[in-house]
C-alpha cells in the first residue's frame, strides 16, 4: 500500500510539470494584453511574465511601443526546481479605473505591484 501511495503522488507531481511544460514552456513563460494606463495609443500594453533560474521578471510593452519596455523584477525563488514554477499576471482595481495594480502569481503566492506614476512598483 505503501508503495502504490508513493507511486501515486510521483505519477502526480509528473504529471503536473508536463502539463506545466505544455502550457508554459521552459523557460516558464506568460503572456497577457491589458489597459494599464501606460498607453500613449489605441493598443493594449503586452506583458511577458518569465521565471529565468528562478527570477521571476516582467516585461511591459506599453501600448505595443518596445522602445518604452520596462523591465519589472520579482522575487528570486529558492527551493528545489524553483526554475520550473510558473509565474502569471493578473490586473486587480485600485482607487483609479484607468491604472489597474498588477498582481504577480508564483505557484501559491501572490505579489502586488501598485500601479503609481506610469509605472509598476512592488508593493510594500
Same mark, same amino acid.
Given at each position: 500500500?505503501?508503495a502504490?501511495?508513493l507511486?501515486?503522488?510521483?505519477?502526480? #507531481?509528473?504529471? @503536473?510539470?508536463?502539463?506545466?511544460?505544455?502550457?508554459?514552456?521552459?523557460?516558464?513563460?506568460?503572456? @497577457?494584453?491589458?489597459?494599464?494606463?501606460? !498607453?500613449?495609443? !489605441?493598443?493594449?500594453?503586452?506583458?511577458?511574465?518569465?521565471n529565468?533560474h528562478?527570477?521571476? !521578471?516582467?516585461?511591459?510593452?506599453?501600448?505595443?511601443d518596445? @522602445?518604452?519596455?520596462?523591465l519589472?523584477?520579482?522575487?528570486?525563488?529558492? #527551493?528545489?526546481?524553483?526554475?520550473?514554477?510558473?509565474?502569471?499576471?493578473?490586473?486587480?482595481?485600485?482607487?483609479?479605473?484607468?491604472?489597474?495594480?498588477?498582481?504577480?502569481?508564483?505557484?501559491? @503566492?501572490?505579489i502586488?505591484?501598485?500601479n503609481?506614476?506610469g509605472?509598476?512598483?512592488?508593493?510594500?
Amino acid at each position: 500500500m505503501l508503495a502504490l501511495i508513493l507511486v501515486g503522488q510521483w505519477v502526480a #507531481g509528473w504529471g @503536473t510539470m508536463v502539463v506545466n511544460d505544455w502550457q508554459y514552456g521552459r523557460p516558464r513563460t506568460y503572456q @497577457t494584453d491589458a489597459f494599464v494606463g501606460h !498607453e500613449h495609443t !489605441e493598443q493594449l500594453s503586452h506583458f511577458v511574465a518569465l521565471n529565468i533560474h528562478g527570477q521571476a !521578471e516582467v516585461l511591459e510593452l506599453p501600448g505595443n511601443d518596445p @522602445t518604452h519596455a520596462r523591465l519589472i523584477l520579482g522575487p528570486r525563488l529558492s #527551493g528545489p526546481q524553483a526554475d520550473l514554477v510558473p509565474v502569471t499576471i493578473q490586473f486587480v482595481p485600485s482607487s483609479n479605473p484607468h491604472t489597474p495594480d498588477m498582481r504577480l502569481d508564483i505557484g501559491i @503566492t501572490s505579489i502586488f505591484f501598485q500601479n503609481s506614476h506610469g509605472q509598476f512598483q512592488m508593493h510594500k
